[in-house]
């Protein structure tokens, strides 16, 4: 059974870090593509970065390009997402997902406020 678990999100300041993780389990994780979405209050779920299995290919979304980090450790099966330069825009729940499965985790909500 495919299950994917995110933790690290929380409340910080504008121009604060955090770093998101999602745990892989039930499939064979260094095998498939990975991505983080994110789903603000009253919007639609948009992508946010996207990573190849072995980590040697990413894609950003414009919003989030220069700040936004996408990662992999296929021995732990985690991906990682480092947002630095936060903004109150990037305020949403933040969503692991597996391409291949359609699979998705419960989701961290990050808030970004003073």
């Known amino acids: 059974q495919v299950q994917l678990v995110e933790s690290g999100g929380g409340l910080v300041q504008p121009g604060g870090s955090l770093r998101l993780s999602c745990a892989a389990s039930g499939f064979i994780f260094s095998s498939y593509v990975m991505s983080w979405y994110r789903q603000a209050p009253g919007k639609e779920r948009e992508l946010v970065a996207t990573?190849?299995?072995?980590?040697?290919?990413?894609n950003y979304a414009d919003s989030v390009k220069g700040r936004f980090t996408i990662s992999r450790d296929n021995a732990k099966n985690t991906v990682y997402l480092q947002m630095n330069s936060l903004k109150p825009e990037d305020t949403a729940v933040y969503y692991c997902y597996a391409h291949r499965f359609g699979a998705w985790g419960q989701g961290t909500q990050v808030t970004v406020s003073s």
């Open positions: 990573i190849t299995t072995t980590g040697g290919g990413t």
